[in-house]
């Protein structure tokens, strides 16, 4: 039996989220769309039900492997595994087959696995679970599991949490943004470009309807 889809975002959060982060609801909305096009659940047919949107980042396993067990047991991996621990990025299958990748991980180490993949609706890392208020990496992820709702309450949380971001998303600065929120190769995706774009079509629909 097929699980129900999560459920899906409504204006009126996207409104009540803007209201708080005190910025215009066509930048939340630029944001999503960006980092996730077909929203924050994809359905898995591996699996039989909806699951949240994820990016595993084999490098940021890697990273975080190496800090935890040594220079050495991190290298051993790659040179067993070097699909989900790498000292490069890459390795994407995409979709809802990334799930697959995190399953690998996790039997290496599941905090660590959990911890290394974007997720949902906002693509917000695993590892910024203790910052943003969650009390585990596990409870981030069962918060990310629930509907786009939770999702877009974690960015919001994560947006809050930084300054630049708070401003940037503020003051419409999508470069400033795409920097801090994607890092330093966002222009060669041009996160920044893309987001204009989409917050500048967001907004005209608005104009439009409220015309």
Not at 63 to 71: A, L, M
Not at 84 to 104: D, L, M, P, Q, V
Not at 119 to 148: C, R, T
Request: charged content about 25%.
């Amino acid at each position: 039996m097929t699980s129900p889809k999560p459920t899906s975002l409504t204006d009126a959060d996207f409104i009540a989220a803007a209201k708080t982060l005190r910025c215009d609801v066509s930048a939340i909305r630029a944001v999503a769309e960006i980092e996730s096009p077909k929203g924050g659940f994809l359905y898995d047919d591996h699996a039989g039900e909806w699951r949240p949107t994820v990016l595993f980042e084999r490098h940021v396993m890697y990273r975080r492997y190496k800090d935890k067990y040594g220079y050495d047991k991190a290298i051993a991996m790659v040179n067993q595994c070097p699909d989900i621990i790498n000292t490069k990025s890459g390795g994407y299958i995409g979709g809802e087959a990334e799930h697959r990748r995190i399953e690998k991980a996790r039997k290496l180490d599941n905090t660590i696995a959990l911890e290394s993949a974007s997720w949902g609706m906002f693509q917000i890392m695993g590892y910024h679970w203790k910052a943003l208020g969650y009390q585990s990496v596990v409870d981030f992820v069962l918060a990310m599991s629930k509907a786009e709702a939770s999702q877009l309450e974690a960015f919001v949380r994560f947006i809050q949490a930084n300054k630049t971001l708070l401003n940037a998303i503020r003051s419409k600065d999508w470069a400033l943004f795409a920097l801090t929120y994607n890092g330093k190769a966002y222009r060669q995706n041009q996160y920044d470009v893309k987001m204009a774009r989409a917050n500048n079509k967001y907004a005209y629909m608005n104009k439009v309807r409220n015309a």
